[in-house]
C-alpha cells in the first residue's frame, strides 16, 4: 500500500480539488466554533471526553468517520492485495484517491463498521494506463503507450493488407518521395493512411477491470463493444426478419456473415453475426491505382437503299483499344467512398465497326418465275415413285457451295425441324404458289421475315431422313402439289 498521510493528514495531503479546500475549511470552523462553545460550559472533568475521529473522502465524495485511522489502512492493504492477486503484472493502488481528515470532538463515536463498509464498497483499486481519447475524450484504456501503438496498428490492418501498410510506411520514410516512382502496370499502391477521427494517447490511472487488450480494443473500436452479438436461429427465421430485429438492412447483415448469401438455406441453432457496427474511428485509406482498361469500339451503321430491308454487310469489323487509366480512389473502413480518374493515355486507338443494312423494302408477293435455289448441282433424284413410295419434289446436290436461296419472293411461314425433313424452311409467295427447302444444316431466316428472291435462307445438309448432302425442293400450287422443273428457270 502507498501510505500518504499521518496525523496531520489534512495538512500534508494534497487534495487535488479546489472545492476539497473549502469542504475542509467548512469542518475546521464548524469544529472550532463547537470547541469553543463546549469549552465555555465544561468543567475539568468534561475535558476528557474530547475524541478524535477520522473523516474518510474518495475525492470529493465523503464516506463517513472512523475512530481509529489504521482501519482504515488495513482494509486498504486488504483491497490492495486482493486486486494484486486477481490483476497479476498491474502495480495496484488503492489509496490515491482516498483523503482523511482528523477531527477533535465532543462525546461522539462514529460507527467504524459503516463507514468501512460503504468505503470497501465505493473504493475502486487503481493502476497505471495509457488512455485512448478521441476527439479529447478517453474512450478506452491500455495498459500502456505500446498496447496503444500496437492497438492504432491493428486497426489499419483491418482495413490494409499488412504488405501494403508496411510498403508505404517504409516509402514514407525514404529520403526519395513516392510520388516520384512511377506505378507498374495494374499496380495498386497506397498513397495515404489515415484516421479520421483527433486521435491521442495520455498516461492516467484506472481500475484494471477496465484495461483493454489490443485485439478487445480494435473490437470495441469497430462496434461499440468488446464482444460480438451472436444470433441464433430459431424455427421459422428468415433472413430479413433476423435482419429487422437487429435493426439492419439484409444486405448489412449479409455483409457481416460472407457466408450467408440471399439465397442460404437456414439451420435451426445456426449462429449469425448481428453485430451493429458503430465505428468509434474510422480508417481512411487513399490507393494511387494504374489499370489498362479496354476501350469498346465504336459501332456505326451506313443506310444502303440498294439493299434489301433485312440485309446486312460488314464493311469493316470493328477492335478494341486498350488504355491506362491513373485512379485515386479512397476508402473509409474498407468501403470505397470515392473514386476520380487522375490521368489517362491511349496505347492502342479502337477501330469502328462499320456495316451496311438495307433500306430497300422487299415484296413478299411472289413474281411467278422462279430461280434455281442453289448455285449450281445437279437433280439426284426427281419427283415420283421411288423406293416403294412417292418422291415429293426433287433432290439437288453438289452445289458449288452450300448457299440455300428463296427461289422467289415470299414470306416464311415455317422455320425449323420437321422429323424426316430435318431442318426445314417452308415460303408462302402468297400468288397461290408455296416452295419447301429441307435437310437444311442451318437456318438463316425466321418465321414472318419476308425475303425477296435468291436472299440466302439457309445451308445445304443432310439433317433428318437422308443418305448424305443435298437439298429437297418442294413447289405447290393452290394446295396442289406440282413439279417444281416445270415452273423453275
Do not use: C
Request: no cysteine; aromatic share 8%.
Amino acid at each position: 500500500m502507498n501510505t500518504k498521510w499521518d496525523k496531520n493528514r489534512h495538512s500534508n495531503h494534497n487534495l487535488g480539488h479546489q472545492n476539497k479546500y473549502g469542504v475542509l475549511i467548512s469542518l475546521i470552523a464548524v469544529f472550532l466554533s463547537t470547541i469553543t462553545f463546549n469549552l465555555a460550559f465544561a468543567n475539568e472533568g468534561d475535558l476528557k471526553s474530547i475524541d478524535k475521529i477520522y473523516h474518510i473522502y474518495i475525492e470529493d465524495r465523503y464516506i463517513g468517520a472512523v475512530s481509529d485511522e489504521k482501519k482504515v489502512d488495513k482494509m486498504i492493504e486488504a483491497k490492495e492485495k486482493e486486486a494484486s492477486e486477481q490483476y497479476k503484472g498491474y502495480e495496484i493502488d488503492a489509496d490515491a484517491l482516498v483523503t482523511i481528515v482528523p477531527e477533535k470532538v465532543f462525546s461522539y463515536k462514529p460507527n467504524d463498521d459503516e463507514t468501512l463498509k460503504a468505503l470497501n464498497e465505493q473504493l475502486e483499486v487503481q493502476t497505471d494506463a495509457y488512455a485512448l481519447e478521441v476527439n479529447g475524450t478517453p474512450v478506452l484504456y491500455l495498459k500502456n503507450k505500446e498496447d496503444y501503438e500496437q492497438t492504432i496498428k491493428k486497426l489499419m490492418l483491418q482495413y490494409v493488407p499488412e504488405e501494403k501498410l508496411n510498403a508505404f510506411e517504409q516509402l514514407k520514410d525514404a529520403t526519395e518521395n513516392q510520388s516520384n516512382q512511377p506505378l507498374k502496370e495494374n499496380e495498386k499502391r497506397i498513397k495515404d493512411v489515415f484516421l479520421s477521427e483527433d486521435i491521442s494517447g495520455k498516461e492516467t490511472k484506472v481500475n484494471p477491470a477496465k484495461i483493454l487488450t489490443p485485439d478487445e480494443a480494435v473490437q470495441f473500436i469497430k462496434t461499440g463493444s468488446i464482444e460480438k452479438q451472436i444470433y441464433v436461429v430459431k424455427e421459422g427465421d428468415v433472413l430479413g426478419k433476423i435482419a429487422k430485429e437487429h435493426g439492419l438492412t439484409t444486405k448489412e447483415l449479409l455483409a457481416l456473415n460472407p457466408g450467408l448469401t440471399i439465397d442460404s438455406l437456414l439451420q435451426i441453432g445456426q449462429e449469425i453475426n448481428v453485430t451493429v457496427e458503430k465505428p468509434l474511428i474510422n480508417v481512411q485509406v487513399v490507393y494511387e491505382i494504374l489499370n489498362t482498361e479496354t476501350m469498346n469500339f465504336e459501332k456505326v451503321i451506313e443506310k444502303d437503299p440498294s439493299m434489301y430491308k433485312g440485309e446486312k454487310k460488314v464493311i469493316q469489323e470493328g477492335s478494341p483499344g486498350k488504355k491506362e487509366v491513373s485512379y485515386l480512389v479512397t476508402e473509409v473502413n474498407g468501403e470505397v467512398t470515392k473514386k476520380e480518374v487522375t490521368n489517362e493515355k491511349v496505347l492502342v486507338e479502337p477501330v469502328k465497326h462499320i456495316e451496311k443494312v438495307g433500306t430497300k423494302v422487299i415484296s413478299s408477293r411472289g413474281t411467278g418465275n422462279f430461280i434455281w435455289p442453289t448455285n449450281g448441282g445437279y437433280i439426284s433424284s426427281t419427283m415420283g415413285s421411288r423406293w416403294g413410295s412417292y418422291h415429293r419434289g426433287i433432290d439437288i446436290a453438289r452445289p458449288s457451295n452450300y448457299n440455300i436461296k428463296a427461289s422467289d419472293n415470299g414470306v416464311v411461314t415455317f422455320a425449323g425441324w420437321d422429323g424426316t425433313y430435318g431442318n426445314k424452311i417452308v415460303i408462302n409467295h402468297n400468288n397461290g404458289y408455296i416452295t419447301l427447302y429441307a435437310h437444311l444444316s442451318e437456318i438463316k431466316v425466321s418465321v414472318g421475315q419476308v425475303v425477296p428472291q435468291g436472299s440466302v435462307i439457309g445451308k445445304m445438309g443432310s439433317t433428318g431422313n437422308s443418305t448424305g448432302i443435298h437439298l429437297h425442293f418442294e413447289v405447290s400450287k393452290s394446295g396442289s402439289l406440282i413439279n417444281p422443273l416445270a415452273v423453275l428457270d
